[in-house]
């Protein structure tokens, strides 16, 4: 089993910073990308930004250029710099993680969630 723990969210002012971390732990034997997703109220949870082991990024059109994820292989963690918040940011964040165990099977696991919220 594979045990993700999110940290770092919070209230924020539009224009502000926050740092989302993610760690993950468990039976994990190799990681092939982790990403944040957020929900809004109301909305469906959608892709913020993914990176892959080989460290290949994907970013959501809405935060390109202000959003930086990055990972720390070693320690099986995943962040996301948030810069230059805006109101719309404000959701739940959720970590995930694709991979495989030990005993080479394959996992598909969330975080709780973090709730980020940006005011006006």
């Known amino acids: 089993q594979v045990h993700l723990v999110e940290s770092g969210g919070g209230l924020v002012q539009a224009g502000g910073s926050l740092r989302l971390s993610c760690a993950a732990s468990g039976s994990i034997f190799s990681i092939y990308a982790m990403g944040w997703y957020r929900q809004a109220p109301g909305k469906q949870r959608e892709l913020v930004a993914a990176?892959?082991?080989?460290?290949?990024?994907n970013y959501a059109d809405s935060v390109k250029g202000r959003f930086t994820i990055s990972r720390d292989s070693a320690k099986n963690t995943v962040y996301l710099q948030m810069n230059s918040l805006k109101p719309e940011d404000t959701g739940v964040y959720y970590c995930n993680t694709r991979g495989s165990t030990a005993w080479g099977q394959s996992f598909d696991s969330w975080g709780q969630g973090t709730q980020v919220t940006v005011s006006s």
């Open positions: 990176i892959t082991s080989g460290g290949s990024t």
